[in-house]
């Protein structure tokens, strides 16, 4: 009888063995599911950061663009010209000025 004893003591201490495996598994698999939900929400909030930089450097090259074509304009004649009307009010020799009476 004490061969059984062994042998259903033996059963019960595998029992508790695999039972406690199992309790550990299923620890570690509800932690990486927690783990894998904040990285997909991460994810999701680092993907609309780009978008949103994405949009910014667009932006901002378009705004190097128009800069650029502006540094060409401010070296034409046309724009001294315009420049010199605008503040000095100066005018071409064969220009007539009309003006508003108000």
């Not at 783990?35 to 929400?41: A, C, E, F, H, N």
């Not at 046309?78 to 005018?91: D, H, N, P, S, T």
């Amino acid at each position: 009888m004490s061969e059984r004893k062994k042998q259903r003591r033996g059963r019960l201490d595998n029992r508790a063995a695999m039972l406690g495996i199992i309790v550990v598994v299923l620890f570690l698999a509800i932690a990486v599911f927690f783990r894998g939900s904040t990285l997909r929400q991460q994810d999701r909030e680092y993907q609309r950061q780009e978008e949103s930089l994405d949009a910014a450097i667009a932006d901002e090259q378009e705004h190097s663009r128009e800069l650029e074509e502006k540094k060409v304009y401010v070296k034409t004649k046309e724009y001294v010209m315009e420049k010199a009307r605008e503040i000095f009010g100066l005018k071409m020799p064969d220009e007539i000025i009309v003006r508003p009476e108000n």
